[in-house]
């Protein structure tokens, strides 16, 4: 399609909407594709009522007490998003997922991966990636909470960096390698003799025993392998004059879904620019977001451990208190995770029991 404009629209996004009138982007292929912008009279949030199961939802992830290892969040073929908790020690037997790529993100708590390829630490903020089929047991320093994003269809790829540069958003050399020779004295010093590796496969699992410790590797190569990436070693990508779409943001990249990564940072400086995260419709996508850390200036009443989810199939945008709570500030003070998945998701049951039933309503002034 050509590019074509009626009426009095702004020459660019995010900038110089007339006073009282709002912007609408509506968009295609996740902010990469077909796009257009709507000067509106109101928000594009303004509805009164919502009669049926499409909305925005938010969740209280801090009231699933319940420890587990993998609580199944949301869902659908292509991905799954869930929590675990750890407690303080060693887990008893490796684990090897066979259905897909898994990121574990610490929300909180710290310790260390075992992994035939050598020792991973891992604390507050990190994401662990561990490659399909790739063993892995927690030695656990602290009670740890897990957000658990498995990619069931593709693998984990590493994002376009364009005209950004190859050491944008973090540089290959942050990224946490494991130690072999690290993991060798961890199995020596704690009498490590893990015989057990637990394997999901087609959500089922099987228990693969051996005669003696699965840690013999003493030599590998190659380029596939589990690392680390911690929130401390990014470097979001900026604008001082205008607002830039969530998928600036990107930090990892699936066939069916990419992981976002929302980090501090400085706002926009210019008078006329959007300051908070513009009105919207993400035509293709549903988004996720796990509120980690800080104070999430974009909606009312949130605190660290709750998700958003807000469906393909209508506009959402900022809270209008935070339109009014942003003017003053300097800069951001937060840190979530997003996921936004190609194909729509399904609710697991449990989050039924936490949900806030009057989110859909908190967009009214």
């Given at each position: 399609m050509h590019h074509y404009s009626q009426g009095k629209p702004t020459r660019q996004a995010h900038k110089g909407i007339p006073e009282g009138f709002y912007e609408e982007e509506q968009g295609l292929k996740g902010f990469f594709g077909p796009v257009s912008h709507l000067i509106r009279k109101k928000p594009s949030t303004r509805w009164?009522?919502?009669s049926g199961?499409?909305?925005?939802?938010?969740?209280?992830l801090v009231k699933i007490t319940k420890n587990k290892k993998?609580?199944?969040?949301?869902?659908?073929n292509f991905l799954t998003l869930s929590l675990s908790s750890f407690e303080k020690g060693l887990s008893s037997d490796a684990f090897r997922n066979a259905d897909g790529d898994t990121i574990y993100f610490c929300h909180s708590g710290s310790g260390h991966v075992l992994t035939e390829y050598g020792l991973l630490d891992f604390k507050k903020g990190s994401y662990i990636?561990?490659?399909?089929?790739?063993?892995?047991?927690?030695?656990?320093?602290?009670?740890?909470?897990?957000?658990?994003?498995?990619?069931k269809s593709s693998h984990f790829e590493d994002f376009n960096r364009g005209i950004a540069g190859r050491h944008a958003i973090f540089d290959i050399q942050t990224i946490g390698k494991p130690d072999l020779a690290a993991l060798n004295e961890f199995v020596e010093d704690h009498k490590v003799i893990c015989t057990e590796i637990n394997v999901k496969h087609n959500n089922e699992i099987t228990k693969f025993s051996y005669d003696e410790t699965i840690y013999d590797v003493v030599g590998w190569k190659g380029d596939l392998f589990p690392y680390t990436l911690n929130t401390e070693n990014m470097m979001p990508l900026m604008s001082h004059r205008s607002h830039l779409p969530p998928s600036a943001h990107t930090t990892f990249v699936a066939r069916d879904f990419v992981v976002c990564t929302f980090l501090p940072r400085p706002l926009e400086e210019d008078d006329?620019?959007?300051?908070?995260?513009?009105?919207?419709?993400?035509?293709d996508y549903d988004e996720v977001l796990f509120y980690h850390d800080g104070d999430f200036f974009s909606r009312d009443n949130l605190h660290a451990g709750?998700?958003?989810?807000?469906?393909?199939?209508?506009?959402?945008?900022?809270?209008?208190?935070?339109?009014n709570n942003i003017k003053g500030k300097k800069r951001t003070d937060e840190t979530a995770v997003m996921i936004d998945s190609r194909w729509p998701l399904l609710r697991d049951p449990i989050l039924d029991s936490v949900e806030l039933q009057n989110y859909w309503q908190s967009?009214?002034?």
């Amino acid at each position: 399609m050509h590019h074509y404009s009626q009426g009095k629209p702004t020459r660019q996004a995010h900038k110089g909407i007339p006073e009282g009138f709002y912007e609408e982007e509506q968009g295609l292929k996740g902010f990469f594709g077909p796009v257009s912008h709507l000067i509106r009279k109101k928000p594009s949030t303004r509805w009164n009522n919502i009669s049926g199961d499409l909305k925005p939802r938010l969740f209280d992830l801090v009231k699933i007490t319940k420890n587990k290892k993998w609580q199944r969040l949301l869902y659908n073929n292509f991905l799954t998003l869930s929590l675990s908790s750890f407690e303080k020690g060693l887990s008893s037997d490796a684990f090897r997922n066979a259905d897909g790529d898994t990121i574990y993100f610490c929300h909180s708590g710290s310790g260390h991966v075992l992994t035939e390829y050598g020792l991973l630490d891992f604390k507050k903020g990190s994401y662990i990636v561990i490659p399909k089929c790739i063993s892995v047991q927690f030695y656990i320093k602290e009670k740890t909470h897990f957000f658990i994003i498995e990619n069931k269809s593709s693998h984990f790829e590493d994002f376009n960096r364009g005209i950004a540069g190859r050491h944008a958003i973090f540089d290959i050399q942050t990224i946490g390698k494991p130690d072999l020779a690290a993991l060798n004295e961890f199995v020596e010093d704690h009498k490590v003799i893990c015989t057990e590796i637990n394997v999901k496969h087609n959500n089922e699992i099987t228990k693969f025993s051996y005669d003696e410790t699965i840690y013999d590797v003493v030599g590998w190569k190659g380029d596939l392998f589990p690392y680390t990436l911690n929130t401390e070693n990014m470097m979001p990508l900026m604008s001082h004059r205008s607002h830039l779409p969530p998928s600036a943001h990107t930090t990892f990249v699936a066939r069916d879904f990419v992981v976002c990564t929302f980090l501090p940072r400085p706002l926009e400086e210019d008078d006329d620019a959007l300051k908070v995260p513009f009105y919207h419709q993400n035509i293709d996508y549903d988004e996720v977001l796990f509120y980690h850390d800080g104070d999430f200036f974009s909606r009312d009443n949130l605190h660290a451990g709750m998700m958003t989810f807000h469906p393909a199939g209508f506009p959402h945008g900022p809270h209008p208190k935070a339109v009014n709570n942003i003017k003053g500030k300097k800069r951001t003070d937060e840190t979530a995770v997003m996921i936004d998945s190609r194909w729509p998701l399904l609710r697991d049951p449990i989050l039924d029991s936490v949900e806030l039933q009057n989110y859909w309503q908190s967009w009214k002034s």
